[in-house]
Protein backbone atom coordinates (compact mmCIF):
# COMPACT_ATOMS: atom_id res chain seq x y z
CA UNK A 1 0.00 0.00 0.00
CA UNK A 2 1.15 3.61 -0.54
CA UNK A 3 1.02 6.94 1.40
CA UNK A 4 -2.15 7.75 0.02
CA UNK A 5 -5.56 9.89 1.50
CA UNK A 6 -7.56 6.97 0.63
CA UNK A 7 -5.62 4.10 1.90
CA UNK A 8 -5.20 5.71 5.61
CA UNK A 9 -8.37 6.46 5.77
CA UNK A 10 -9.44 2.68 4.96
CA UNK A 11 -6.92 1.91 7.67
CA UNK A 12 -9.36 3.60 10.48
CA UNK A 13 -12.07 1.60 8.90
CA UNK A 14 -10.85 -1.71 9.38
CA UNK A 15 -9.97 -0.87 12.84
CA UNK A 16 -12.67 1.11 13.85
CA UNK A 17 -15.88 -0.14 11.60
CA UNK A 18 -18.85 1.12 13.69
CA UNK A 19 -17.47 3.85 15.35
CA UNK A 20 -19.11 7.37 13.83
CA UNK A 21 -17.34 9.24 11.69
CA UNK A 22 -19.72 12.05 10.23
CA UNK A 23 -22.51 13.79 11.83
CA UNK A 24 -24.02 16.23 10.71
CA UNK A 25 -28.24 17.64 12.35
CA UNK A 26 -30.13 14.51 12.40
CA UNK A 27 -27.63 12.42 10.18
CA UNK A 28 -24.71 9.63 10.59
CA UNK A 29 -22.03 7.75 9.48
CA UNK A 30 -20.33 5.35 11.23
CA UNK A 31 -16.85 4.45 9.45
CA UNK A 32 -18.17 1.24 7.71
CA UNK A 33 -21.07 3.32 5.72
CA UNK A 34 -18.85 5.93 4.47
CA UNK A 35 -16.79 2.97 3.02
CA UNK A 36 -19.55 1.60 1.45
CA UNK A 37 -21.00 4.73 -0.17
CA UNK A 38 -17.74 6.08 -0.96
CA UNK A 39 -16.98 2.69 -2.77
CA UNK A 40 -20.03 2.62 -4.48
CA UNK A 41 -19.53 6.03 -5.88
CA UNK A 42 -15.64 5.54 -6.98
CA UNK A 43 -16.78 2.20 -8.54
CA UNK A 44 -19.70 4.89 -10.19
CA UNK A 45 -16.73 7.52 -11.57
CA UNK A 46 -14.48 4.26 -12.85
CA UNK A 47 -17.48 3.13 -14.96
CA UNK A 48 -18.22 6.75 -16.44
CA UNK A 49 -14.71 6.49 -17.68
CA UNK A 50 -12.82 8.39 -14.86
CA UNK A 51 -9.42 7.12 -14.95
CA UNK A 52 -6.44 7.89 -12.41
CA UNK A 53 -5.12 11.31 -12.57
CA UNK A 54 -7.84 12.89 -14.06
CA UNK A 55 -10.00 15.67 -12.52
CA UNK A 56 -13.07 15.65 -11.08
CA UNK A 57 -14.57 18.57 -9.76
CA UNK A 58 -17.00 19.21 -6.50
CA UNK A 59 -19.14 21.72 -6.14
CA UNK A 60 -20.87 21.65 -2.47
CA UNK A 61 -21.17 23.24 0.57
CA UNK A 62 -19.88 21.34 4.22
CA UNK A 63 -22.12 18.65 4.05
CA UNK A 64 -21.78 14.92 4.65
CA UNK A 65 -22.71 14.26 1.18
CA UNK A 66 -19.30 16.32 0.42
CA UNK A 67 -16.92 13.87 1.94
CA UNK A 68 -18.23 10.86 1.02
CA UNK A 69 -17.36 12.53 -2.47
CA UNK A 70 -13.75 13.70 -1.96
CA UNK A 71 -13.10 9.86 -0.37
CA UNK A 72 -14.74 8.25 -3.50
CA UNK A 73 -12.12 10.39 -5.67
CA UNK A 74 -9.50 9.49 -3.92
CA UNK A 75 -10.75 5.68 -4.28
CA UNK A 76 -11.00 6.23 -7.42
CA UNK A 77 -7.31 7.60 -8.17
CA UNK A 78 -8.78 10.76 -10.02
CA UNK A 79 -7.83 14.30 -8.89
CA UNK A 80 -10.04 16.20 -7.02
CA UNK A 81 -10.89 19.98 -7.64
CA UNK A 82 -12.30 22.08 -5.25
CA UNK A 83 -14.81 24.96 -6.42
CA UNK A 84 -15.52 27.43 -4.44
CA UNK A 85 -19.91 27.75 -4.16
CA UNK A 86 -19.39 31.49 -4.41
CA UNK A 87 -17.88 31.67 -8.07
CA UNK A 88 -19.73 33.23 -10.65
CA UNK A 89 -20.10 32.45 -14.32
CA UNK A 90 -16.85 33.41 -15.49
CA UNK A 91 -14.55 32.05 -12.35
CA UNK A 92 -16.72 28.46 -12.54
CA UNK A 93 -15.22 28.73 -16.18
CA UNK A 94 -12.51 29.00 -15.31
CA UNK A 95 -11.93 26.18 -12.98
CA UNK A 96 -13.73 23.79 -14.98
CA UNK A 97 -11.62 24.50 -18.41
CA UNK A 98 -8.20 25.04 -16.41
CA UNK A 99 -8.59 21.92 -14.27
CA UNK A 100 -9.57 19.98 -17.89
CA UNK A 101 -11.82 18.06 -15.15
CA UNK A 102 -13.87 15.16 -17.10
CA UNK A 103 -16.78 14.90 -14.16
CA UNK A 104 -18.36 17.10 -11.80
CA UNK A 105 -20.28 16.79 -8.65
CA UNK A 106 -22.54 19.54 -7.57
CA UNK A 107 -25.34 19.91 -5.14
CA UNK A 108 -28.65 20.73 -7.11
CA UNK A 109 -28.70 24.64 -6.08
CA UNK A 110 -25.53 25.43 -8.69
CA UNK A 111 -27.54 23.63 -11.52
CA UNK A 112 -27.94 26.59 -13.57
CA UNK A 113 -24.80 28.43 -13.23
CA UNK A 114 -23.13 25.14 -14.18
CA UNK A 115 -25.61 24.64 -17.07
CA UNK A 116 -24.64 28.28 -18.04
CA UNK A 117 -20.99 27.28 -18.28
CA UNK A 118 -20.86 23.53 -19.15
CA UNK A 119 -20.99 24.55 -22.99
CA UNK A 120 -17.52 26.18 -22.79
CA UNK A 121 -16.17 23.10 -20.61
CA UNK A 122 -15.95 20.53 -23.45
CA UNK A 123 -13.77 18.15 -21.10
CA UNK A 124 -16.74 17.45 -18.28
CA UNK A 125 -18.90 15.05 -19.78
CA UNK A 126 -20.94 13.48 -16.66
CA UNK A 127 -22.52 15.37 -13.46
CA UNK A 128 -23.55 13.84 -10.38
CA UNK A 129 -26.03 16.42 -8.62
CA UNK A 130 -26.31 16.00 -5.07
CA UNK A 131 -30.11 17.08 -3.52
CA UNK A 132 -29.79 19.64 -1.50
CA UNK A 133 -33.61 20.70 -1.18
CA UNK A 134 -33.11 23.44 -3.66
CA UNK A 135 -36.68 23.14 -6.24
CA UNK A 136 -37.22 25.25 -8.93
CA UNK A 137 -36.66 29.12 -8.57
CA UNK A 138 -35.21 28.64 -5.14
CA UNK A 139 -32.33 30.64 -4.00
CA UNK A 140 -29.06 29.12 -2.60
CA UNK A 141 -28.34 30.00 1.02
CA UNK A 142 -25.50 31.96 -0.32
CA UNK A 143 -27.83 34.41 -1.75
CA UNK A 144 -27.26 34.12 -5.32
CA UNK A 145 -30.40 33.03 -6.44
CA UNK A 146 -28.65 29.85 -6.97
CA UNK A 147 -31.97 27.28 -7.51
CA UNK A 148 -33.32 25.87 -10.61
CA UNK A 149 -34.68 29.01 -12.69
CA UNK A 150 -36.65 26.19 -15.23
CA UNK A 151 -37.69 22.82 -13.66
CA UNK A 152 -36.21 20.21 -15.98
CA UNK A 153 -37.71 16.60 -16.67
CA UNK A 154 -37.05 15.72 -13.54
CA UNK A 155 -39.14 18.35 -11.81
CA UNK A 156 -36.28 20.06 -10.03
CA UNK A 157 -34.28 21.90 -12.76
CA UNK A 158 -31.45 19.38 -14.06
CA UNK A 159 -32.52 17.61 -16.74
CA UNK A 160 -31.27 14.06 -15.51
CA UNK A 161 -32.98 12.17 -18.85
CA UNK A 162 -30.03 14.35 -20.69
CA UNK A 163 -27.80 11.15 -19.60
CA UNK A 164 -24.85 12.95 -18.54
CA UNK A 165 -26.82 13.92 -14.94
CA UNK A 166 -27.15 11.34 -12.42
CA UNK A 167 -28.54 11.57 -8.96
CA UNK A 168 -26.29 11.25 -6.28
CA UNK A 169 -28.20 8.68 -3.98
CA UNK A 170 -28.98 6.62 -7.28
CA UNK A 171 -25.33 6.46 -8.05
CA UNK A 172 -24.51 4.91 -4.46
CA UNK A 173 -27.63 2.63 -4.46
CA UNK A 174 -26.77 0.83 -8.06
CA UNK A 175 -23.09 0.49 -7.33
CA UNK A 176 -21.22 -2.28 -5.58
CA UNK A 177 -20.01 -1.38 -2.30
CA UNK A 178 -16.76 -3.12 -2.23
CA UNK A 179 -13.13 -1.96 -1.69
CA UNK A 180 -11.98 -3.99 -4.77
CA UNK A 181 -9.60 -1.14 -5.98
CA UNK A 182 -6.14 -1.63 -7.73
CA UNK A 183 -3.26 -1.14 -5.05
CA UNK A 184 -2.69 2.88 -5.67
CA UNK A 185 0.33 5.04 -6.14
CA UNK A 186 3.11 6.87 -4.45
CA UNK A 187 2.84 9.41 -7.31
CA UNK A 188 -0.98 10.08 -6.97
CA UNK A 189 -1.93 13.50 -7.12
CA UNK A 190 -3.90 16.11 -4.79
CA UNK A 191 -4.96 19.63 -6.09
CA UNK A 192 -5.90 22.42 -3.79
CA UNK A 193 -7.17 25.29 -5.96
CA UNK A 194 -6.86 28.79 -4.34
CA UNK A 195 -7.85 32.31 -4.74
CA UNK A 196 -4.86 33.95 -3.36
CA UNK A 197 -4.70 37.37 -2.97
CA UNK A 198 -4.50 38.49 -6.75
CA UNK A 199 -5.16 36.85 -10.08
CA UNK A 200 -7.39 33.85 -11.21
CA UNK A 201 -7.32 30.83 -8.81
CA UNK A 202 -4.31 28.13 -9.19
CA UNK A 203 -4.38 24.83 -8.77
CA UNK A 204 -1.30 23.84 -6.65
CA UNK A 205 -0.47 19.97 -7.21
CA UNK A 206 1.22 17.80 -4.68
CA UNK A 207 1.97 14.13 -4.28
CA UNK A 208 -0.39 12.75 -1.86
CA UNK A 209 2.12 11.84 0.71
CA UNK A 210 3.76 15.24 0.57
CA UNK A 211 0.65 17.01 1.92
CA UNK A 212 0.01 14.13 3.94
CA UNK A 213 3.00 14.74 5.80
CA UNK A 214 2.78 18.33 6.35
CA UNK A 215 -0.93 18.76 6.83
CA UNK A 216 -2.36 14.89 7.62
CA UNK A 217 -0.29 14.46 10.50
CA UNK A 218 2.18 12.42 9.19
CA UNK A 219 5.11 14.93 10.43
CA UNK A 220 4.34 14.79 14.06
CA UNK A 221 3.13 18.40 14.64
CA UNK A 222 5.48 19.21 17.64
CA UNK A 223 8.62 16.75 17.44
CA UNK A 224 8.59 17.28 13.57
CA UNK A 225 9.21 13.39 13.26
CA UNK A 226 7.49 11.31 10.55
CA UNK A 227 4.96 9.26 11.55
CA UNK A 228 6.52 5.31 12.59
CA UNK A 229 4.26 3.74 9.48
CA UNK A 230 0.88 4.26 7.49
CA UNK A 231 -1.19 2.88 10.19
CA UNK A 232 0.16 4.59 13.02
CA UNK A 233 -2.54 7.44 13.13
CA UNK A 234 -5.50 4.74 12.62
CA UNK A 235 -4.16 2.71 15.23
CA UNK A 236 -3.07 5.15 18.06
CA UNK A 237 -6.95 6.25 17.51
CA UNK A 238 -8.14 3.08 17.45
CA UNK A 239 -6.46 2.74 21.17
CA UNK A 240 -7.59 5.52 22.46
CA UNK A 241 -11.11 8.34 23.10
CA UNK A 242 -12.77 9.39 19.99
CA UNK A 243 -11.79 13.21 19.19
CA UNK A 244 -15.12 14.99 17.95
CA UNK A 245 -13.49 18.05 15.66
CA UNK A 246 -15.83 20.88 14.19
CA UNK A 247 -14.22 22.31 11.28
CA UNK A 248 -16.37 25.24 10.09
CA UNK A 249 -14.08 27.09 7.32
CA UNK A 250 -15.93 25.84 3.93
CA UNK A 251 -14.32 22.61 2.31
CA UNK A 252 -12.92 24.98 -0.48
CA UNK A 253 -10.30 25.68 1.98
CA UNK A 254 -7.38 23.33 2.17
CA UNK A 255 -6.99 23.37 5.85
CA UNK A 256 -10.74 22.64 6.55
CA UNK A 257 -10.17 19.77 3.82
CA UNK A 258 -6.99 18.47 5.88
CA UNK A 259 -9.61 18.63 9.61
CA UNK A 260 -11.80 16.04 8.46
CA UNK A 261 -8.57 13.99 6.65
CA UNK A 262 -6.93 13.90 10.18
CA UNK A 263 -9.82 13.21 11.74
CA UNK A 264 -10.80 10.31 9.55
CA UNK A 265 -6.87 8.80 9.56
CA UNK A 266 -7.50 8.91 12.91
CA UNK A 267 -10.78 7.41 13.89
CA UNK A 268 -12.11 10.64 15.06
CA UNK A 269 -15.54 12.13 14.79
CA UNK A 270 -16.25 15.33 12.51
CA UNK A 271 -19.07 17.43 12.65
CA UNK A 272 -19.87 18.77 9.48
CA UNK A 273 -22.60 21.52 8.79
CA UNK A 274 -23.11 23.94 5.78
CA UNK A 275 -23.96 27.19 7.14
CA UNK A 276 -21.84 29.63 9.97
CA UNK A 277 -22.74 31.82 12.38
CA UNK A 278 -21.89 32.84 16.13
CA UNK A 279 -25.06 31.72 17.86
CA UNK A 280 -25.33 28.23 15.52
CA UNK A 281 -20.99 27.55 16.22
CA UNK A 282 -22.26 27.20 20.27
CA UNK A 283 -25.30 25.70 19.90
CA UNK A 284 -23.54 22.84 17.47
CA UNK A 285 -21.21 22.03 19.94
CA UNK A 286 -23.41 22.30 22.55
CA UNK A 287 -25.47 19.39 20.69
CA UNK A 288 -22.51 17.09 19.39
CA UNK A 289 -20.06 17.87 22.30
CA UNK A 290 -17.26 19.11 20.16
CA UNK A 291 -13.69 18.86 21.58
CA UNK A 292 -11.56 20.80 18.60
CA UNK A 293 -13.17 23.54 16.84
CA UNK A 294 -11.13 24.78 13.62
CA UNK A 295 -11.41 28.39 12.50
CA UNK A 296 -9.86 30.78 9.84
CA UNK A 297 -9.14 33.95 12.13
CA UNK A 298 -11.81 36.84 13.48
CA UNK A 299 -13.87 36.38 10.51
CA UNK A 300 -14.76 33.26 12.38
CA UNK A 301 -13.79 34.06 15.69
CA UNK A 302 -15.20 37.55 16.56
CA UNK A 303 -19.11 36.72 15.65
CA UNK A 304 -18.39 33.64 17.62
CA UNK A 305 -16.88 35.73 20.99
CA UNK A 306 -19.75 37.84 20.70
CA UNK A 307 -22.17 35.03 20.98
CA UNK A 308 -20.82 33.80 23.69
CA UNK A 309 -20.80 37.13 25.75
CA UNK A 310 -24.68 37.43 24.60
CA UNK A 311 -25.57 33.95 25.66
CA UNK A 312 -24.14 31.07 28.18
CA UNK A 313 -24.26 27.87 26.13
CA UNK A 314 -22.37 24.63 27.15
CA UNK A 315 -19.19 25.05 26.04
CA UNK A 316 -17.30 22.34 29.07
CA UNK A 317 -15.98 19.87 25.86
CA UNK A 318 -13.90 21.85 24.30
CA UNK A 319 -10.34 21.51 24.90
CA UNK A 320 -8.85 23.40 22.05
CA UNK A 321 -9.44 26.34 19.67
CA UNK A 322 -7.18 25.92 15.96
CA UNK A 323 -6.71 29.25 14.23
CA UNK A 324 -4.67 29.05 10.84
CA UNK A 325 -5.06 30.96 7.37
CA UNK A 326 -6.42 34.34 8.15
CA UNK A 327 -5.82 37.13 11.03
CA UNK A 328 -6.46 35.93 14.51
CA UNK A 329 -5.97 38.86 16.20
CA UNK A 330 -4.64 39.53 19.74
CA UNK A 331 -7.47 41.08 21.05
CA UNK A 332 -10.17 38.32 19.70
CA UNK A 333 -7.56 35.84 21.25
CA UNK A 334 -7.69 36.82 24.56
CA UNK A 335 -11.33 36.87 24.70
CA UNK A 336 -11.27 33.35 23.97
CA UNK A 337 -9.05 32.72 26.71
CA UNK A 338 -11.20 34.42 29.06
CA UNK A 339 -13.87 32.29 28.20
CA UNK A 340 -11.54 28.80 27.76
CA UNK A 341 -9.25 29.57 30.74
CA UNK A 342 -8.58 25.52 30.66
CA UNK A 343 -8.40 25.35 26.74
CA UNK A 344 -5.40 25.30 24.13
CA UNK A 345 -6.00 28.65 21.78
CA UNK A 346 -3.72 27.51 18.55
CA UNK A 347 -2.69 29.97 15.78
CA UNK A 348 -1.04 28.30 13.00
CA UNK A 349 0.35 29.46 9.99
CA UNK A 350 0.93 27.54 6.05
CA UNK A 351 -0.41 27.94 2.97
CA UNK A 352 -1.35 26.04 0.02
CA UNK A 353 2.04 26.20 -1.36
CA UNK A 354 3.56 24.95 1.89
CA UNK A 355 1.12 23.20 4.04
CA UNK A 356 1.90 23.51 7.69
CA UNK A 357 4.98 26.18 8.85
CA UNK A 358 4.69 26.34 12.50
CA UNK A 359 2.26 26.72 15.35
CA UNK A 360 2.11 29.03 18.39
CA UNK A 361 -0.40 28.49 21.97
CA UNK A 362 -1.84 31.54 22.73
CA UNK A 363 -0.49 32.85 25.81
CA UNK A 364 -2.22 35.38 28.28
CA UNK A 365 -0.67 39.37 27.34
CA UNK A 366 1.92 38.36 24.81
CA UNK A 367 3.34 41.01 23.04
CA UNK A 368 1.47 41.54 19.55
CA UNK A 369 4.72 42.42 16.89
CA UNK A 370 2.96 41.63 13.93
CA UNK A 371 0.86 38.55 12.59
CA UNK A 372 1.24 34.90 14.22
CA UNK A 373 4.40 34.31 15.95
CA UNK A 374 5.04 30.38 15.76
CA UNK A 375 7.49 28.01 16.45
CA UNK A 376 8.56 26.68 13.45
CA UNK A 377 8.93 23.08 12.30
CA UNK A 378 12.30 21.77 11.18
CA UNK A 379 11.86 22.90 7.52
CA UNK A 380 10.30 25.89 7.67
CA UNK A 381 12.98 28.86 7.19
CA UNK A 382 13.12 32.76 6.54
CA UNK A 383 15.32 33.59 3.35
CA UNK A 384 16.68 36.47 2.03
CA UNK A 385 16.71 36.87 -1.63
CA UNK A 386 19.76 35.22 -2.57
CA UNK A 387 18.75 31.84 -0.95
CA UNK A 388 20.32 32.50 2.27
CA UNK A 389 18.87 32.19 5.87
CA UNK A 390 17.92 34.93 8.09
CA UNK A 391 19.24 34.53 11.21
CA UNK A 392 17.17 34.77 14.54
CA UNK A 393 17.45 38.61 16.52
CA UNK A 394 18.64 40.22 13.37
CA UNK A 395 15.59 42.21 12.77
CA UNK A 396 15.95 41.32 9.07
CA UNK A 397 12.83 40.98 7.13
CA UNK A 398 12.96 37.78 4.68
CA UNK A 399 10.14 35.71 2.94
CA UNK A 400 9.13 32.12 4.71
CA UNK A 401 10.58 29.09 2.92
CA UNK A 402 9.60 25.79 3.38
CA UNK A 403 11.76 22.89 2.58
CA UNK A 404 10.95 18.72 2.20
CA UNK A 405 7.74 17.64 1.67
CA UNK A 406 6.56 20.25 -0.29
CA UNK A 407 4.42 21.10 -4.31
CA UNK A 408 5.76 19.76 -7.74
CA UNK A 409 3.85 22.54 -9.31
CA UNK A 410 1.36 25.17 -10.33
CA UNK A 411 -1.60 23.25 -12.61
CA UNK A 412 -0.73 24.62 -16.01
CA UNK A 413 1.38 27.65 -14.96
CA UNK A 414 5.40 27.02 -15.85
CA UNK A 415 6.16 30.63 -15.04
CA UNK A 416 4.46 30.64 -11.64
CA UNK A 417 5.95 27.38 -10.59
CA UNK A 418 9.37 28.85 -11.55
CA UNK A 419 8.94 31.49 -9.14
CA UNK A 420 7.11 30.08 -6.21
CA UNK A 421 9.73 26.65 -5.97
CA UNK A 422 13.07 27.84 -6.16
CA UNK A 423 16.75 25.82 -5.80
CA UNK A 424 19.50 26.87 -4.10
CA UNK A 425 22.34 25.29 -3.30
CA UNK A 426 20.90 21.61 -4.45
CA UNK A 427 17.75 22.38 -1.81
CA UNK A 428 14.62 22.73 -3.48
CA UNK A 429 12.31 25.50 -1.87
CA UNK A 430 8.58 26.53 -1.83
CA UNK A 431 8.34 30.09 -1.61
CA UNK A 432 4.81 31.38 -1.73
CA UNK A 433 5.24 35.20 -0.84
CA UNK A 434 5.12 35.78 2.84
CA UNK A 435 7.27 38.16 4.78
CA UNK A 436 8.52 37.15 8.03
CA UNK A 437 11.17 37.57 10.36
CA UNK A 438 13.66 35.27 13.00
CA UNK A 439 13.15 36.39 16.26
CA UNK A 440 16.01 36.00 19.42
CA UNK A 441 14.25 32.87 20.45
CA UNK A 442 14.06 30.81 17.00
CA UNK A 443 10.44 31.60 16.43
CA UNK A 444 9.30 33.35 13.28
CA UNK A 445 6.69 36.32 13.54
CA UNK A 446 4.49 36.40 10.16
CA UNK A 447 4.10 39.85 9.03
CA UNK A 448 1.93 38.91 5.90
CA UNK A 449 1.92 38.57 1.63
CA UNK A 450 4.71 40.73 0.33
CA UNK A 451 2.30 41.14 -2.70
CA UNK A 452 -0.35 43.54 -0.22
CA UNK A 453 2.63 45.08 1.80
CA UNK A 454 1.80 48.92 1.80
CA UNK A 455 5.59 51.01 0.89
CA UNK A 456 4.98 54.54 2.83
CA UNK A 457 7.92 57.35 2.41
CA UNK A 458 10.22 53.75 2.06
CA UNK A 459 9.09 52.08 5.00
CA UNK A 460 7.02 48.80 4.67
CA UNK A 461 4.24 48.34 6.38
CA UNK A 462 2.48 44.71 6.52
CA UNK A 463 -1.83 45.17 6.54
CA UNK A 464 -2.29 42.25 9.24
CA UNK A 465 -0.23 44.33 11.66
CA UNK A 466 -2.19 47.37 11.14
CA UNK A 467 -5.62 45.32 11.19
CA UNK A 468 -4.71 43.19 14.50
CA UNK A 469 -4.10 46.76 15.97
CA UNK A 470 -7.61 48.41 14.90
CA UNK A 471 -9.57 45.70 16.03
CA UNK A 472 -8.10 46.12 20.21
CA UNK A 473 -10.85 49.68 19.52
CA UNK A 474 -14.07 48.22 21.10
CA UNK A 475 -16.25 49.49 18.31
CA UNK A 476 -14.39 47.85 15.07
CA UNK A 477 -15.86 45.09 14.18
CA UNK A 478 -13.78 43.94 11.11
CA UNK A 479 -10.95 45.77 8.67
CA UNK A 480 -8.79 45.48 6.02
CA UNK A 481 -5.95 47.91 5.72
CA UNK A 482 -4.35 48.82 2.24
CA UNK A 483 -2.42 51.03 0.62
CA UNK A 484 -3.51 54.30 -1.36
CA UNK A 485 -1.59 57.09 -4.04
CA UNK A 486 0.25 59.88 -1.42
CA UNK A 487 2.02 62.58 -3.77
CA UNK A 488 5.00 62.76 -1.40
CA UNK A 489 5.53 59.13 0.11
CA UNK A 490 3.99 56.70 -2.84
CA UNK A 491 1.28 55.14 -0.45
CA UNK A 492 -0.12 56.06 2.61
CA UNK A 493 -1.79 53.39 5.01
CA UNK A 494 -5.95 53.57 4.43
CA UNK A 495 -8.05 51.18 6.72
CA UNK A 496 -11.60 50.65 5.46
CA UNK A 497 -13.61 49.43 8.27
CA UNK A 498 -16.52 47.85 9.72
CA UNK A 499 -18.22 48.82 12.93
CA UNK A 500 -20.38 47.62 15.64
CA UNK A 501 -24.04 49.22 15.22
CA UNK A 502 -23.11 51.34 12.80
CA UNK A 503 -20.41 53.73 14.90
CA UNK A 504 -17.97 56.18 13.03
CA UNK A 505 -14.92 56.51 15.99
CA UNK A 506 -12.62 59.48 15.39
CA UNK A 507 -9.64 58.10 13.08
CA UNK A 508 -7.37 60.46 15.92
CA UNK A 509 -8.75 57.81 18.54
CA UNK A 510 -8.42 54.71 16.37
CA UNK A 511 -4.79 55.81 16.06
CA UNK A 512 -4.25 56.39 19.80
CA UNK A 513 -4.85 52.52 19.78
CA UNK A 514 -2.54 51.67 16.99
CA UNK A 515 -0.36 53.79 18.15
CA UNK A 516 -0.11 51.38 21.74
CA UNK A 517 1.13 48.36 19.41
CA UNK A 518 2.76 50.27 15.84
CA UNK A 519 5.03 53.11 15.11
CA UNK A 520 3.44 55.73 13.92
CA UNK A 521 4.31 55.62 10.42
CA UNK A 522 1.68 52.86 10.30
CA UNK A 523 -1.11 54.34 11.20
CA UNK A 524 -4.38 54.59 9.45
CA UNK A 525 -3.99 58.08 7.50
CA UNK A 526 -7.70 57.76 6.10
CA UNK A 527 -10.60 55.48 6.87
CA UNK A 528 -13.87 54.53 4.84
CA UNK A 529 -16.60 52.77 7.11
CA UNK A 530 -18.82 50.32 5.36
CA UNK A 531 -21.30 47.86 6.53
CA UNK A 532 -19.49 44.51 6.10
CA UNK A 533 -15.96 43.68 5.11
CA UNK A 534 -15.91 41.67 1.74
CA UNK A 535 -14.26 38.21 2.61
CA UNK A 536 -13.56 34.82 0.99
CA UNK A 537 -15.94 32.45 1.98
CA UNK A 538 -12.50 30.79 3.79
CA UNK A 539 -12.24 34.01 5.69
CA UNK A 540 -9.29 35.77 3.83
CA UNK A 541 -9.44 39.35 3.20
CA UNK A 542 -10.28 40.61 0.04
CA UNK A 543 -7.69 43.45 -0.58
CA UNK A 544 -8.45 43.87 -3.95
CA UNK A 545 -12.31 44.84 -3.04
CA UNK A 546 -10.87 47.35 -0.18
CA UNK A 547 -9.01 49.28 -2.71
CA UNK A 548 -12.07 49.21 -5.25
CA UNK A 549 -13.77 50.86 -2.09
CA UNK A 550 -11.21 53.63 -1.33
CA UNK A 551 -11.44 54.12 -5.19
CA UNK A 552 -15.15 54.74 -5.29
CA UNK A 553 -15.42 57.57 -2.88
CA UNK A 554 -13.40 60.03 -1.05
CA UNK A 555 -12.43 59.01 2.49
CA UNK A 556 -15.05 59.55 5.49
CA UNK A 557 -12.01 61.13 7.44
CA UNK A 558 -8.45 61.59 6.81
CA UNK A 559 -5.66 63.55 8.22
CA UNK A 560 -2.16 64.93 7.15
CA UNK A 561 0.47 63.23 5.47
CA UNK A 562 2.36 60.58 7.20
CA UNK A 563 5.16 60.56 9.67
CA UNK A 564 8.54 58.80 10.44
CA UNK A 565 7.64 58.16 13.93
Not at 92 to 116: C, F, G, K, P
Not at 258 to 267: K, N, P, R, V, Y
Not at 472 to 494: E, L, W, Y
Not at 496 to 505: E, M, S, Y
Request: with cysteine; hydrophobic share 35%.
Amino acid sequence: MAYTIADLIEHAVDLVPDRVALESDGTSRTYAELEARSNALAHKLRELGVQPGQAVGLYSRNTIEAVEAMVAIFKARAVMVNVNFRYVESELEHILTDSQMVLLIHERQYSDRVANVLPKAPSVTHRIVIEDGAGSGASGPDGHGAGSGASGPDGHGTDISSGNALRYEDVIAESSPERDFEERSDDDLYMLYTGGTTGKPKGVVWRQEDVWRVLGGGIDWYSGDPVPDEWHLARVGAEGGQLVRFPIPPFIHGGSQWAIFQSLFGGGKAVVYPDFGGHRTWEIVERHKVNVIFITGDAMGRPMIDALFEKDYDTSSVVSVASSAALFSPSVKEQFLDKFPNAVVIDAIGSSETGFGGMGVVAKGTAHTGGPRVQADKSTHVIRDDGTRVEPGSGEVGVLARTGHIPLRYHNDPEKSAKTFKDFGGVRYSIPGDSAQVEDDGTITMLGRGSVSINTGGEKVFPEEVEGALKAHPDVFDTVVVGVPDPRFGQRVAAVIATRDGLKPPLDELNEVVRKELAGYKCPRSVWYVDEIKRSPAGKPNYRWGVEITESRPADEALGAPTKS
